[in-house]
């Protein structure tokens, strides 16, 4: 019965395909935009938002685009649909009309004429004022009731600013404000931008906010923009409007700060108590100690108002982690125009235990396919200090999905791994030289855990870690994350016949896998500079360094034991250095496209008391948030490729020097679906030359063509908090001898073998 359905409407579609049959005389059926075109005086850069001032109101869909505006699918059914005689309005046609049928979209419709005219008024936002602009229609040939519309617009040099002056402001005002203009957003010889102007307006509203202008806002500030001394240059003034309350020119204190709590555990009398002037209402007993509270709260009474400091408060009791949400009021203290503010803080605690239950599905490159559980357990608020203390329990189980015919019980579960891990959080326990400005948030973790690893027919390893970690903010852009103290202990409890086969084919692996400790510190520093108006372009750059053993051997050698091998509780322990630093940049090509750039590279080195570095501190490359045409731990180091039939050939696939470029560029299709086209490249390799491992030393001659290419296309899926991403690579340049000459060498076993898909969440930079 089904069949029949689909053969029927097959049938009256073919019975349909003009699109055109039902257009009244004079009508023409718009089909998309031809063309598109910009021209500008030369060395004018036409910015993203500048070109989508253009684009934006010319790009009108047509019936069933594919990229709108320029192609449609080859198939209009909705147009199909819509050309059907309906003789009665019941029945399966009928019911399939009202389901499918689209209206034409026509040349009048879209209007070409008053488009350019949205075009003409947005670029006068942008300084570009009398633009030529015009428009054709392009009927098709072979059906001239059809057609496509280009448009092409000049533009002129643009007007530029000369001049920038406060006119006629109140002494009190100006004083202040002219403290800010040398930084004014607003300078000579910059082109006129409406935007700009906006949040130069925002700008100096902010900063009187902050210097007590309570009763200041942007609408009061306007701009008069004088353009007839020179043409292409306009004299710009910042003015105050008229009849700006009398109120908005005096500067407000603050007179009492209170903050009432609830939500918390039992009922009874309610207590007041003050402390450094701030009036706080409880129920008793204390749920937070009142000197943490106080500490959040940046305004006191006698205070100037500040926007700035009514904000941090507000953000410094969220971040404490024990409200539900705290609520912030600015009155005046007694009629609507005094100067005088009162401060009143309403915070609801959250529930003090919280549990959390995570499901995932791990897809992974080396054809490992599972489920994950994680359990967590966390109670806010422990010691009534705003600590955290959580317990976190993980599992996740694997199977073989894929991979080499000789690879056993295929289908079964072949790996597990199990993992504890508790920590605890302190807000502001840090040491006093890394003390800063006290409203950046400052945290200390304190965490220990255990994670048992079962690598099916190859290993059992389990490890016991513990760190203690301060994060700390030096300004909005700068990060900084301090190690001081970590203890990693590492041990194989059971191994395989070809596990063990493979450590003593290769003694560099085999001591990256022995039982040992390592002690370590690192610090991470990172910048963030994020996309503004100004600058859309986003610029990402994170170092850390690493040292291990260094401080444990020096004490030992001043204590008297200067020989290799020293030990630590009975066990070797891991002595070596380790940088590492990546930069990302993203670079916007329009509102729904960007070009995302990224470098990084690392290098470890092992001395001392061991010669190699612990086989989780080594780097590999590949996967889907590496190389995306190559299977994760598949090439490397250098131009060494192990035997393919060997189940454990990714052990030696590691290296002590990492080099990794990567470049996409990120487009919207449709709705939440985006795509994207990229490039990866990169490579590892040894410092130190291996017989077992020939050619995955590092050299400099020849360097380019140990360098892995890969290509590929992929889809994204997003979903507002998170993106399902799918990524299809195909190899370019493998970095080893693969039987085939010339720079790509790939050997062609069938187009399905050349692919690599990868599924994971999130994007891989």
């Known amino acids: 019965m089904k069949n029949s359905y689909l053969i029927l409407l097959l049938g009256m579609l073919l019975a349909s395909c003009s699109t055109t049959k039902k257009l009244a005389d004079g009508e023409t059926l718009y089909t998309g935009v031809k063309k598109i075109e910009i021209t500008a005086p030369k060395r004018l850069r036409l910015e993203s938002r500048q070109k989508n001032a253009v684009t934006a109101p010319l790009s009108y869909p047509p019936n069933n685009p594919l990229i709108s505006p320029y192609w449609r699918t080859p198939f209009p059914v909705g147009l199909w649909v819509y050309n059907w005689d309906i003789k009665k309005e019941k029945g399966l046609k009928w019911w399939l009309y009202r389901r499918l049928a689209k209206k034409p979209v026509l040349i009048a419709d879209v209007q070409p004429e008053l488009r350019l005219k949205m075009v003409e008024n947005n670029l006068k936002d942008y300084g570009f004022f009398g633009i030529g602009k015009e428009y054709a229609v392009h009927p098709r040939k072979r059906n001239p009731r059809k057609a496509k519309i280009s448009y092409r617009i000049e533009l002129s040099e643009p007007w530029r600013l000369d001049s920038v002056a406060l006119w006629e402001w109140p002494d009190t005002l100006a004083t202040h404000v002219d403290r800010i203009m040398p930084n004014t957003l607003l300078t000579k010889g910059s082109q006129y931008d409406v935007n700009l102007l906006e949040q130069e307006r925002q700008r100096i509203t902010q900063w009187l906010r902050n210097t007590g202008y309570y009763y200041f806002q942007p609408d009061y500030i306007e701009f008069l923009a004088d353009t007839t001394r020179q043409r292409g240059k306009i004299d710009l003034r910042i003015v105050l409007k008229q009849g700006v309350p009398e109120i908005a020119f005096h500067p407000c204190r603050i007179r009492n700060v209170g903050i009432s709590f609830s939500g918390s555990a039992g009922e009874g009398k309610r207590d007041t108590v003050r402390l450094d002037g701030i009036r706080l209402d ?3 007993p204390e749920t937070l100690k009142n000197r943490f509270v106080v500490r959040a709260i940046q305004m006191r009474p006698g205070q100037l108002y500040s926007a700035w400091r009514q904000n941090r408060t507000q953000t410094s009791l969220v ?104 920590n605890l959080t302190v807000p502001r326990l840090a040491p006093r030289f890394m003390k800063t400005n006290p409203d950046r948030q400052e945290r200390s973790t304190f965490q220990i855990g255990t994670d048992f690893l079962n690598r099916h027919s190859y290993f059992r390893m389990v490890s016991f870690w513990g760190n203690v970690a301060y994060d700390f903010h030096t300004s909005r852009r700068n990060n900084h994350t301090l190690i001081p103290f970590k203890l990693t202990y590492t041990h194989l409890l059971k191994t395989s016949h070809e596990f063990d086969s493979t450590l003593n084919n290769n003694p560099a692996i085999a001591l990256s896998f022995r039982d040992q400790l390592i002690p370590s510190m690192t610090y991470t520093y990172t910048f963030d500079r994020a996309a503004t108006y100004r600058n859309p372009d986003r610029f990402y750059w994170q170092t850390s360094l690493t040292q291990a053993g260094n401080i444990l051997s ?20 891991s002595q070596f250095l380790k940088l590492t630093s990546e930069i990302v940049g993203y670079r916007k ?26 086989y989780s501190e080594q780097f590999y490359i590949g996967g889907a948030n590496s190389i995306r045409a190559f299977r994760i731990r598949s090439i490397g180091p250098g131009s060494f490729h192990p035997r393919t039939e060997s189940v454990t050939a990714y052990l030696d696939q590691t290296g002590d020097i990492k080099l990794e470029a990567n470049i996409g560029y990120r487009f919207k299709i449709a709705g939440r679906i985006y795509g994207a086209l990229f490039a990866d490249a990169g490579n590892v390799w040894l410092l130190r030359k291996e017989a077992e491992r020939p050619g995955g030393e590092f050299r400099l001659k020849g360097l380019w063509k140990e360098i892995a290419l890969g290509t590929g296309t992929g889809l994204r899926y997003d979903i507002t908090y998170i993106v399902i991403r799918a990524d299809l690579g195909v190899a370019l340049h493998a970095p080893y001898d693969t039987g085939k000459k010339g720079y790509f060498n790939i050997r062609n076993y069938g187009f399905k073998d050349g692919l690599v898909l990868n599924l994971a969440i999130g994007y891989p930079f």
Request: hydrophobic share 40%.
């Open 282 to 284: 409880y129920i008793p």
């Open 319 to 422: 971040q404490l982690g024990v409200f539900k949400y705290a609520n912030l009021t600015v009155a005046p203290a007694d009629t609507v125009t005094s100067r005088a503010l009162d401060v009143k803080i309403d915070a609801v605690y959250a529930p003090p235990v919280e549990t959390e239950i995570e499901v995932d599905l791990s897809s992974k490159s080396n054809s490992l396919l599972g489920p994950g559980l994680t359990l967590s357990l966390s109670n806010r608020n422990m010691f009534r200090r705003a600590e955290t203390f959580a317990l976190k329990l993980t599992g996740a189980y694997e199977w073989q999905i894929g991979g080499a015919d000789n690879i056993q019980d295929k289908g079964l579960v072949n790996s597990y791994e199990l993992g504890l891990n508790l």
């Open 554 to 573: 020096g004490i030992q050698y001043l204590a008297g034991k200067r020989e290799s091998g020293k030990k630590l509780f009975g066990n070797v322990y």
């Open 589 to 614: 090509t329009s509102d729904n496209s960007l070009i995302a750039l990224r470098f990084m590279g690392g290098i470890g080195y092992a001395y001392g008391n061991t010669k190699v570095m612990p």
